[in-house]
């Protein structure tokens, strides 16, 4: 296989890639973990709730937000608006003390029973919204860290801890519109401590789920210089990139969170793809090749984290830019055997074992790719050349002609059929 001709099958294969890499996304794994969060001292913290291009955000359990349980902690004197009633002091402490102690669920549940015979009592709503938020209970936390909030504002009383808090809770609920704002507050306030960095990931990720692709670059270029080894604001960065057609730029970023979190499928799976993409754009072959080996690299990572045939499907079309074609069937064949299989999935399998000399798997998994994919013109086009080259003139005949309605301007497949055709009237 030439290198313009692997060029032009990754290139025909742009929509593969597109649609691998946002099926990885709307997985399971769409969520950058943090190696090493950044707790601040005054302020809840979150291992970070990472969205990507779509917007499908599922909770990670396994990364739940610790608050800070000083930062709950109520005002001296009650000076909060309606709190100044002994047995509403003597609850609130209370429930203070058991956020300490990190008993979550008590604590919650006595600040909530405070707050019912004392809706005014900011310091109960914000220790409720603090336990909810490291019970993982965010759409409470929200609700009642926002009435905290309130009630602190009509006081004329704002707490900067109650503002976090409740935009990390608004994150996490997906509630983008409202989180902005707060987050603004948190990463601009003057005569304070700076920002944690966290804080300016989360605005990066408000920014970028509200269609703020300029403003979410610059928070997440702020955390990364606060906290270089952010991978979960790296991985947002290199997807900027890739948005705006700087590959190289993507492919050193995505090289950076990666580094810093081997476990990041999605960053794995858009630097497969920025790197088929540099190969396929090349025009000296030796600088394609080094890509497409980079690509094989970054796809079998990927494959170690995630077995799904999306994945699959990407790291067979690297190994098909490396000319690793028996390779590349071996991946394929795995993932290929249901019923479910996409007509991509079968196509490149195709492909593969057409390219590895194994003509009848290639005619059999081409087939297949046709019932899945009958409007695919590549599909006919490959399957045309396997049928040929097994000298079934016929049937290639009838599957350029095919190829040909499908893509009528294209002069390859009109050459096909004419060169096929005293052949296939033979037969």
Do not use: C
């Amino acid at each position: 296989m030439t290198f313009n001709s692997i060029s032009r099958l990754i290139i025909a294969g742009g929509t593969v890639l597109l649609l691998t890499t946002g099926a990885i996304a709307q997985s399971g794994a769409t969520r950058p973990r943090r190696v090493n969060p950044v707790r601040p001292a005054s302020r809840p913290e979150s291992s970070a709730p990472a969205t990507t291009s779509t917007t499908t955000t599922t909770t990670d359990d396994s990364a739940a937000p610790n608050a800070n349980v000083n930062a709950a902690r109520p005002r001296t004197g009650n000076s909060v608006v309606g709190s100044d009633t002994a047995s509403s002091a003597a609850g609130t402490r209370r429930a203070y003390d058991l956020l300490q102690q990190k008993q979550y669920a008590a604590a919650a549940r006595e600040a909530k029973q405070v707050a019912a015979g004392n809706p005014n009592d900011s310091e109960a709503w914000k220790i409720a919204g603090f336990a909810e938020i490291n019970l993982k209970q965010y759409a409470e936390a929200a609700a009642d860290l926002q009435r905290a909030l309130d009630l602190q504002r009509a006081a004329r009383q704002e707490d900067a801890n109650t503002v976090d808090a409740l935009a990390q809770a608004y994150v996490l609920t997906e509630k983008f519109d409202q989180a902005l704002p707060l987050l603004v507050i948190a990463t601009t306030r003057t005569g304070t401590a700076a920002p944690a960095p966290i804080m300016f990931y989360y605005r990066g990720v408000a920014e970028y789920q509200t269609g703020k692709a300029a403003e979410a670059e610059r928070s997440f270029n702020q955390a990364v210089k606060a906290n270089p080894k952010d991978a979960a604001s790296l991985y947002y960065l290199g997807q900027l990139a890739f948005r705006g057609g700087r590959l190289d730029e993507t492919i050193a970023l995505l090289n950076r969170a990666t580094l810093v979190d081997a476990r990041i499928a999605p960053a794995w799976a858009l630097l497969t793809t920025a790197y088929l993409r540099r190969a396929a754009a090349a025009t000296v072959e030796a600088k394609a090749d080094a890509d497409y080996l980079s690509a094989v690299r970054a796809g079998e990572s990927l494959t170690r984290i995630r077995t799904d045939a999306d994945s699959a499907t990407l790291f067979a079309q690297a190994l098909i830019g490396a000319k690793q074609f028996a390779r590349a069937a071996t991946v394929l064949e795995r993932v290929t055997a249901g019923d479910d299989a996409k007509g991509v999935t079968l196509y490149l399998l195709g492909v593969a074992h057409s390219r590895a000399k194994n003509l009848p798997k290639a005619i059999a998994a081409l087939e297949r790719a046709a019932a899945k994919a009958p409007d695919d013109v590549n599909v006919y086009r490959e399957l045309g050349y396997a049928y040929e080259v097994s000298k079934l003139y016929a049937k290639a005949f009838e599957a350029y002609q095919k190829g040909a309605s499908l893509a009528p301007g294209e002069a390859d497949l009109a050459e096909s059929v004419e060169r096929v055709r005293p052949f296939a009237q033979k037969q």
